[in-house]
């Protein structure tokens, strides 16, 4: 009998490249299913309104719905992972819209055996590349994940020892909202001011829910996100829910969010699970003004972990460092 699977490790060789995930269509059905599953406070996707008068057309997408699809799409490589260690240099090259169609591309660009350790199955990590186009052949993302997947025999070595430090790199994207009108954008309540240095703590945490909904929402295969035996008897959070829960709270922090333009990185520091309540902790790294109106803010945002008996205590399980666009008039 033959077993439909991804491949483990040991089948994959640097250039080996998957471009059969479906593409999917960002819908407003969709939309609202990722918005009640992750949270979600920016207005440009919440109001089809305000999105026309800042960018020009109604119905912006969400990015965390944008790259938690894209994300999903390119799991055909990585149905065993065990783990997502980091994320680096995602960088949007242009905004979708809902009705827009992703496509992915993902393609092994190195690959590192794991040390062998008594008791636990062998692994290694693959450098995946990639890339995302629209309906239109237009470039939407580019960046690069790094996974830990299970060789399919203890028995079989590979000699695979690629530096996966030199995978990927720190961006920010092109310069798509480079026509957005920001004057629009009007805050009538008071509006924390910026300043580099700065920390902020998310007040109140949110619950994980809905995690296997999410993963196939976004065409994710990756069996530990689905089925608990494979997982090791609790199933993991798909790592694009952690996110996008931070950035819903980092929305509600900072309400002069516009949009996340790109990451430097983000590397998961440890699991999560259904039913995690996850707390997020703000660091305004750098501020740059914005010809147009504005400016460019560099945020890291640190999340920690609950477990659902808080008598445990939190857990480190997320760094994440990204670039969004932000409206007022405090920047300089």
């Known amino acids: 009998m033959s077993a ?32 009640a599953i992750v949270g979600d406070r920016l207005r440009l996707a919440l109001d089809h309104e305000l999105a026309r008068l800042v960018t020009g057309r109604p119905g912006l997408a969400h990015p965390a719905y944008v790259w938690n699809t894209a994300i999903g799409q390119s799991t055909l490589a990585t149905h065993h992972v065990r783990a997502n260690l980091f994320y680096r240099g995602l960088a949007f090259e242009r905004m979708p819209y809902l009705g827009d169609t992703l496509t992915t591309t993902t393609q092994v660009v190195g690959l590192r055996e794991n040390s062998r350790r008594t008791g636990r199955r062998a692994t290694g990590l693959v450098g995946l590349h990639i890339v995302t186009h629209d309906q239109r052949g237009d470039l939407v993302l580019d960046f690069h994940r790094c996974a830990m997947l299970p060789l ?21 994207g092109s310069n798509f909202t480079g026509s ?31 995690a296997p909904e999410l993963a196939r929402l976004t065409g994710n ?55 995690d309540t996850l707390r997020s902790t703000i660091e ?36 994440w460092r990204f670039t969004a666009l932000v409206a007022g008039s405090d920047v300089s």
Do not use: K, N
Request: charged residues 20%.
């Open 284 to 319: 305004v790294v750098d501020l740059r003004a914005r010809a147009a109106g504005g400016g460019l803010a560099d945020l890291r945002c640190r999340v920690a972990a609950d477990d659902p008996d808080v008598t445990v205590g939190s857990r480190p399980v997320l760094d």
């Open 4 to 35: 439909a699977r991804g491949p483990y490790f040991d089948e994959l060789d640097v250039g080996r490249t998957f471009r059969d995930a479906p593409g999917i269509t960002l819908t407003e059905g969709g939309a609202a299913a990722h918005q």
């Open 152 to 172: 399919s025999d203890d028995s079989v070595t590979t000699g695979h020892a690629d530096d996966l430090d030199l995978v990927g790199e720190a961006s920010v």
């Open 221 to 275: 295969v990756a069996q530990v996100h689905h089925d608990a035996r494979a997982a090791g008897g609790r199933r993991l959070v798909y790592g694009g829910h952690t996110i996008g829960i931070a950035l819903g709270q980092v929305s509600r922090a900072l309400p002069q969010l516009v949009t996340v333009l790109g990451w430097e990185g983000c590397d998961h520091l440890g699991p999560v699970y259904e039913w």
């Open 180 to 210: 957005w009108d920001l004057t629009g954008y009007v805050l009538h309540d008071l509006v924390p001011e910026l300043a580099p240095g700065e920390v902020i703590e998310v007040m109140g945490g949110d619950v994980v829910s809905s």
